[in-house]
């Protein structure tokens, strides 16, 4: 099965940026669509960003134009940029991974802290 372990993850003051990782496992990693979530604190998870195997890419509208999604298909690994950092984006981000286009995402890593201070 597949496995995917986050990093990267830290305190970072707002208006800062940091670089989340998130590396798989399996020769099929580049079938897959990939996305990042986060969850804080009494809140539900969110969606935060998505790719494709093509590609493409989405976005939730709290972190379009300061996040961006990309993918290392040779190295099994999607990233996510972040930039702008604000308070509110303090959560744990976790990775997962989706073998159909708009199915389940099937796959999910542990998480990633990311903490931002005012």
């Known amino acids: 099965q597949v496995q995917l372990v986050e990093s990267g993850g830290g305190l970072v003051q707002a208006g800062g940026s940091l670089r989340l990782s998130c590396a798989a496992s399996g020769r099929t990693f580049s079938n897959y669509g990939m996305g990042w979530f986060r969850q804080a604190p009494g809140k539900e998870r969110e969606f935060v960003a998505s790719i494709s195997w093509r590609g493409n890419t989405g976005y939730s509208t709290s972190v379009k134009g300061r996040f961006t999604i990309s993918r290392d298909n040779a190295k099994n690994t999607v990233y996510l940029q972040m930039n702008s950092l604000k308070p509110e984006d303090t959560a744990v981000y976790y990775c997962?991974?989706?073998?159909?286009?708009?199915?389940?995402?099937?796959?999910w890593g542990q998480g990633t802290q990311v903490t931002v201070s005012s």
């Open positions: 997962a991974a989706q073998p159909l286009s708009n199915g389940d995402y099937n796959y």
